[in-house]
Nanobody, 114 residues
Framework: QVQVVESGGGLVQAGGSLRLSCAAS????????MGWYRQAPGKQRDFVAR???????NYASSVKGRFFISRDNAENTVYLQMNSLKPEDTGVYYC????????WGQGTQVTVSS
């Protein structure tokens, strides 16, 4: 059984920073991809960033240069450093794990006030 748990959301003013964490546990393949998606109210869930165990990263164009993803392979943990936050970054942020199958966390709310 695989579990994915996010933490670190909250309320921040525009221009501020937040750091999200996501820890995966259970029967996880050594080679995997962990990432983040977000869902604003009334909208679909969108890709934000992902990172492989080899350190290859991908970012959505809307966050490139402001958000930075990193991971600790030994702990199966992924981080998302979010800088220069904008109100349009508001949403529920979900951690995603691709390890044979696909797994999701329960989500953590990020609210950016103008």
């Amino acid at each position: 059984q695989v579990q994915v748990v996010e933490s670190g959301g909250g309320l921040v003013q525009a221009g501020g920073s937040l750091r999200l964490s996501c820890a995966a546990s259970g029967n996880i393949l050594r080679a995997n991809i962990m990432g983040w998606y977000r869902q604003a109210p009334g909208k679909q869930r969108d890709f934000v960033a992902r990172i492989s165990t080899g350190g290859i990263t991908n970012y959505a164009s809307s966050v490139k240069g402001r958000f930075f993803i990193s991971r600790d392979n030994a702990e199966n943990t992924v981080y998302l450093q979010m800088n220069s936050l904008k109100p349009e970054d508001t949403g529920v942020y979900y951690c995603n794990l691709l390890s044979g199958s696909e797994y999701w966390g329960q989500g953590t709310q990020v609210t950016v006030s103008s």
